[in-house]
């Protein structure tokens, strides 16, 4: 088994040398590239996590399941969306682990992600495809590509915790990230873990006013960790049987609340490494509930959080836009077996 960079590994060692406030080495190149294309990132991504053919370039290890959404009854801003407009919509959902290798260790703690793309009644999908992190690495993805190169091994085959650690102390953005990865324990179970979109969109009817939001769900089962004890316990893949066993158990609903926060005129639209504030409106959106785990529907799926139905559309944030041609040549490279 070839063994990957986890890069959210990577950001929990160099968290450790940022708040011990380290100075940043001054032969450490901490600047941002001044531009970045979709195809440089597809680059990197197997440069970090190793080439795996016929796979997703990140987020490559996952399960797929279908799923009901059933929308929110009277929403307060989203009611006369299509989305809104039946009892429940179909949905495919998948899980899955932030690494571009498809034999990831579960056990490890770092980013997982839920992507959903629900069928409209006129035909059209909704996507909404959000990490477990509530903030992104990085305020746009120049920041962000920097970072995976801080990542890249040095002269001795292995990532350098001082220019990591450098990296994240000259790029405030990155900051809360890699605190996020040093204090969040490995999920215990897909259906126990919250996920966040990151980023800012909007939605407006032909008689309301425009409103700007970010979602985010929460497991209805709970948010469970795992301690390190019960981490190591573990196989090094557990979470697709886990799910499973959840699914299995007739006294259990493996369910999500997926809820819009309602954003300001003062809140960033286009930087997904800033949270907004606590105190921001919360308005329910609606719920997605599995009905069968396994299967092959997501194989032919690309799940870019750009695809929205009638009513919704996406921000200027450059990270958001940039995953249309990055989802776009890796969903190409899956289907011709690269």
Known sequence: MKKSTSFMLSVASASVLFTLGLSVSAQANTAPPEKV????????????????PGFRKAHAKGVCATADFTPAQDSKYFSKADLFSQTT??????????SANPSS???????????????????????????????????????FFGFLQSLAPDETGKPNPARIGAYIAANPSV????????????????????????HTFFYQDKSAEKIKYRWHITPDL?????????AAALPSEFLADKLAAQMADPDTTVSFTLTATIGEESDTNTDPSMLWPE??????????????????ACDGLNFDPNLLSAGFTPSEDRVLRMRSPA????????????
Not at 37 to 52: C, N, R, S, V
Not at 176 to 187: E, G, N, V
Not at 222 to 230: C, D, P, Q
Not at 327 to 338: A, E, P, T, V
């Open 37 to 52: 294309t979709a195809a440089q990132f597809i680059d990197i991504f197997e440069k970090l996590g190793g080439k795996y």
């Open 175 to 198: 900051q809360a990230a890699a605190m996020w990865s040093r204090t969040t324990p490995a999920p215990a179970s897909f259906a126990n873990t919250p996920y966040f979109g990151l």
């Open 89 to 98: 919509l179909p949905a495919v959902v998948r899980f899955s682990i932030g």
């Open 222 to 230: 709970g948010n469970v960790g795992l301690s390190a004890e019960e």
């Open 105 to 143: 260790d579960e056990r490890i703690p770092g980013v997982r992600g839920m992507a959903v793309q629900i069928k409209t009644p006129n035909g059209r999908v909704h996507t909404i495809a959000g990490n477990s992190s509530p903030v992104f690495t990085g305020k746009d993805p120049e920041t």
């Open 279 to 296: 105190e921001r409106e919360q308005v329910l959106m609606g719920k997605i509930t599995l009905t069968e785990v396994g299967g092959k």
């Open 327 to 338: 989802y776009g040549i890796s969903f190409g490279k899956r289907l011709s077996n690269q």
